[in-house]
C-alpha cells in the first residue's frame, strides 16, 4: 500500500490553486474557522475512497494525489476532475490513476453517464450497487483499494462507505461506529487466537513424537542436566497445567521411559551398572531427562511466538489501560472487549464516557490497520479528550501502528505539541 507524498488541488473553493506536502508520518492542518481546514481533509478522504456524494458537494476543478513511489521510475497517482454540467443536477466526476509498477498504463473512470453516475453514487447506500461494483475486476473501488488503504474518521465518527441506521433508529453515531470496530476487533482477534491455537497443537504433535522417537545421540553421562532436574519439574507442571493435562507429575515423568531403548541398551542390569556406574532406572531417567529437556526448551520457544502473535492486541491493552486510568480492559473469551470499573462494575464499551470512546475508536482504527502502510485521516480528532489525552494521542496511535500517515484537521495545540513542524496553516494557502 502507498503514503501521500503531496497534493495538487485547482479551484479549491473555485478559487484557490495550491500544491501542498504531506509527510510520511504526521501532517496537521491547522487554522481558524473558515479557512478550509475541514474542507480540505474531507475533499482528500472523497477523492481516495470514491465518496461522489462529498464529491458533488465541494466546489474543485481537479485533485491530484500524488503517492510516494516503491520502485525507482514509477509515479502513481490519483487524479480527479470535476466538471460541472448545467443541464443535469450532477457533476461530471473522472478518475484518473496511475497505479503501481515501473511501465503502469493511465487507468480512465469517465463518468459522463448518467446510468454510471446513479450507481457509482448509490453505492453507500444500497449494499447490492456497492457488491455488485467492488466485485468488477475494473472498478474504480478496487482500484483504489489495491493503491491505498485509507481510515476516513469525520467529525461525526462515521466513515462515508458506512452506512446509516434504519429509520426509527436513533443510536448514536458514536455507539455505531463502537459497535462497528468492537465485532472487526474481535474477528482480528479471533484470527490470533486461532494462530495460538496452531502454535500449542504443533506443540503438542512434537510431545507426541518424542514419546515414541528413537535417540542414539544422547549422552547420559552429561550431569549438566542433572542440575536442573528441580527445574525442569516446574516447568512440566507448567506446561502440564496451561494444556489441562490431569495425571501427577511423577507418572508423566515416568511416561517417558522407553521400552526399547531399555533393551537395546542392556538385559542384564547389574553387568549394565558394573560396566558403566548406573543402574538401569538412572540410565533411561537420564535419557528421558534429555528428551524433556527439549521438550521444555519448545515450550519456552511457544511462549515467545505467542507474545509475538498477541503483541498489538497486549499494547493495546497497555496503552487504554494507561490513559483511562479509572477503568481496566480486558478480554472476554469470544474475544470482546470488556471493561472494569474502580468499584469492579463490568462494562460494556457503550458505557463508557463520550472522551473514552472517542479515544476507543481512534485507537481501534489504529490497532485493526495491523502495522501495514495506512493513510489515517481525522477531522478534530481532539472531540471530548482532556487535555492530557490529546498531549499523548498521537504518540499512542503511532505506538499502535508505526506505518501509519496520519492527516488530521485539528484547533488543539496540544495534539500537535512537539510535532508544530508537522503543521501546515491553511491560511498560507488560500491566501
Do not use: C
Request: proline share 3%.
Amino acid at each position: 500500500m502507498y503514503l501521500i507524498s503531496h497534493v495538487e488541488i485547482e479551484g479549491f473553493w473555485e478559487t484557490y490553486k495550491f500544491d501542498v506536502p504531506i509527510y510520511q508520518d504526521v501532517t496537521f492542518f491547522i487554522g481558524q474557522n473558515g479557512t478550509g481546514k475541514t474542507t480540505f481533509i474531507n475533499l482528500l478522504a472523497a477523492a481516495l475512497t470514491a465518496d461522489f456524494r462529498t464529491l458533488d458537494l465541494i466546489p474543485f476543478k481537479r485533485i491530484s494525489i500524488i503517492l510516494i513511489p516503491k520502485i525507482k521510475g514509477e509515479r502513481p497517482s490519483i487524479t480527479v476532475n470535476k466538471i460541472n454540467k448545467k443541464e443535469n443536477s450532477f457533476s461530471s466526476i473522472n478518475y484518473h490513476i496511475v497505479p503501481k509498477g515501473q511501465k503502469a498504463k493511465e487507468i480512465k473512470f469517465s463518468l459522463d453517464s448518467r446510468e454510471e453516475q446513479m450507481m457509482l453514487r448509490r453505492l453507500r447506500h444500497e449494499p447490492r450497487y456497492f457488491e455488485y461494483y467492488r466485485l468488477s475486476q475494473n472498478g474504480l473501488t478496487h482500484t483504489l483499494r489495491d493503491l491505498v488503504k485509507v481510515n476516513w474518521l469525520s467529525i461525526h465518527r462515521m466513515s462515508p462507505q458506512e452506512s446509516a441506521r434504519g429509520e426509527g433508529e436513533f443510536e448514536s453515531s458514536i455507539d455505531q461506529k463502537i459497535e462497528s470496530l468492537s465485532n472487526e476487533l474481535v474477528r482480528y482477534f479471533a484470527t490470533l487466537s486461532k494462530q495460538k491455537d496452531d502454535e500449542i497443537r504443533a506443540f503438542q504433535e512434537y510431545i507426541f513424537v518424542s514419546l515414541i522417537e528413537h535417540r542414539d545421540d544422547v549422552d547420559p553421562f552429561d550431569s549438566g542436566r542433572l542440575k536442573k532436574v528441580s527445574q525442569y519439574k516446574e516447568a512440566l507442571k507448567t506446561i502440564f497445567k496451561e494444556l489441562h493435562v490431569q495425571g501427577d507429575t511423577r507418572e508423566l515423568l515416568s511416561s517417558f521411559s522407553d521400552r526399547a531403548l531399555k533393551n537395546k541398551i542392556s538385559n542384564d542390569e547389574k553387568e549394565n551398572k558394573k560396566r558403566i556406574g548406573l543402574g538401569m532406572d538412572e540410565l533411561i531417567f537420564r535419557i528421558d531427562l534429555y528428551r524433556i529437556e527439549q521438550i521444555v526448551q519448545k515450550w519456552e520457544d511457544l511462549q515467545v511466538r505467542l507474545k509475538t502473535i498477541f503483541k498489538q492486541r497486549d499494547k493495546f491493552q497497555a496503552i487504554a489501560d494507561d490513559l483511562f486510568q479509572r477503568k481496566k480492559m480486558s478480554f472476554s473469551e469470544s474475544n470482546e472487549m470488556e471493561f472494569t470499573s474502580r468499584s469492579g462494575k463490568p462494562l460494556t464499551p457503550q458505557m463508557l464516557s463520550s472522551g473514552e470512546k472517542q479515544l476507543l475508536i481512534l485507537m481501534s482504527e489504529a490497532l485493526l490497520q495491523r502495522e501495514m502502510p495506512a493513510i489515517f485521516i481525522a477531522d478534530e480528532p481532539e472531540l471530548s479528550l482532556h487535555v492530557l489525552w490529546q498531549e499523548r494521542l498521537v504518540a499512542s496511535l503511532r505506538t499502535l501502528n508505526p506505518n501509519a500517515q496520519i492527516i488530521s484537521a485539528t484547533h488543539s495545540p496540544d495534539i500537535v505539541g512537539a510535532l508544530i513542524d508537522k503543521a501546515i496553516d491553511m491560511e498560507t494557502l488560500i491566501k
